[in-house]
């Protein structure tokens, strides 16, 4: 399967009725609204790259109230980022998404470090404007904004970060 994190803007207002549509497309494995410099992020799982480029530019961006897009693609590596512990299912009330941006060859390193971070639920190396992104998932928000600036934005060879924090 491949991955891709398209990152929206919409009209202000809409970002509900916005969001059950994007989880009626096939695909799509979880949206949300967030904060930050975009309004929704949703995550997007299929068979190929063109399946991937088709929902992005033939669904997603054809929706009237979606003014831009940003798309990350996973990139080709195999899934480098492998946790154990808390099932999937179980979603810890305070949640962020990181991108993060660092110097040309140091990504598979950020990933690694990013693997010792427990409350990190997911990471991928990404192609975009961003080289990582990962999900953190606490259980309150004090928790998680330590998690962000005591540990992940800590770490070497990170050069910034943006936090897209997910709204309940």
């Known amino acids: 399967m491949v991955k891709a994190y398209v990152?929206?803007?919409c009209d202000l207002g809409s970002e509900v009725e916005i969001i059950k549509s994007l989880e009626k497309i096939g695909g799509i494995k979880e949206v949300h609204g967030i904060l930050g410099l975009y309004d929704?992020?949703?995550q997007i799982e299929l068979d190929s790259e063109d399946a991937i480029q088709n929902t992005v530019t033939k669904i997603i961006r054809k929706m009237p109230k979606i003014h831009s897009t940003m798309t990350l693609t996973q990139s080709e590596s195999e899934e480098l980022f492998r946790k154990?512990?808390?099932p999937q299912e179980v979603m810890c009330p305070s949640q962020a998404y990181l991108v993060i941006h660092c110097d040309k060859g140091n990504e598979f390193s950020i990933l690694k470090d990013l693997c010792h971070i427990s409350e990190i639920r997911d990471a991928d190396v990404v192609f975009g404007m961003y080289d990582v992104i990962c999900k953190i998932e606490s259980s309150d928000e004090g928790s998680l904004q330590n998690i962000?600036?005591?540990?992940?934005?800590?770490?070497?060879k990170i050069k910034s970060c943006m936090t897209l924090k997910i709204l309940n």
């Open 40 to 42: 929704l992020i949703a």
């Open 7 to 9: 990152m929206m803007n």
């Open 84 to 86: 154990s512990g808390m």
């Open 148 to 156: 962000i600036l005591k540990k992940v934005r800590r770490l070497p």
